[in-house]
């Protein structure tokens, strides 16, 4: 651990991960290994708790995590999720406390069928991530897939949309963050359930 972190600091932020994990995991959101979530746990210098790469997201236990820097690179020991250098872009570019990555059908089908971005407008839920539910029109971007995070983040960062809190990697899955590890599964929730409506629509 850093002089400011202990070992404490991340089991707790490995508890709270995997009760969100098996949350997700539960809705099937993160079938087999898929997905990955993380928890800001310091800002200067960035520091991250980040569920491990090769897990079963329904079994995750509070030691489950690995600690990454800026870079999304291990601290110490342990092997984080391939995408955690993008957990750790989208937290220094908006500032979010957590981010979660789950795999669904509607966003990977959705950001086939919408490359430009996918547009909500008049629709209750939009509460949900902090918009008027009526006469706003929000798009929740969406982004070419790449494995290169570096490649990724700087898609990320270009398609943003700040008043949607969430984003599609076509054929890939749904990146969402929020202030906390409640609020980021909040905006997941409610960003699935837009796509899930959109999806049915079609």
Known sequence: MTADLTTLDLEEAGAVLAAESARFASFGWMRGTSGNL????????????????????????????VLVDGNGAAVHEGKPSAEAELHARVAALTGAGAV????????????????????????????????????????????????????????????????????????????VWGDTPRQARHHTEVVEWLLELELTRR
Do not use: C, W
């Open 38 to 65: 993380s928890v800001v746990l310091a800002r200067d210098p960035l520091r991250l708790a980040v569920t491990a790469s090769g897990h079963d997201k329904g079994e995750l236990t509070p030691a489950d995590v």
């Open 100 to 175: 979660v990555h789950v795999h669904t059908v509607a966003s990977v089908a959705l950001g086939h069928r919408h490359p430009g971005g996918i547009v909500f407008k008049d629709i209750e839920m939009l509460k949900g991530v902090g918009q008027p539910a009526h006469d706003v029109e929000v798009t929740l971007p969406v982004i070419a897939n790449s494995q290169d995070m570096k490649v990724l983040g700087d898609r990320l960062e270009a398609a943003r949309e700040p008043r949607m809190p969430a984003v599609v990697v076509a054929g890939h899955g749904l990146y």
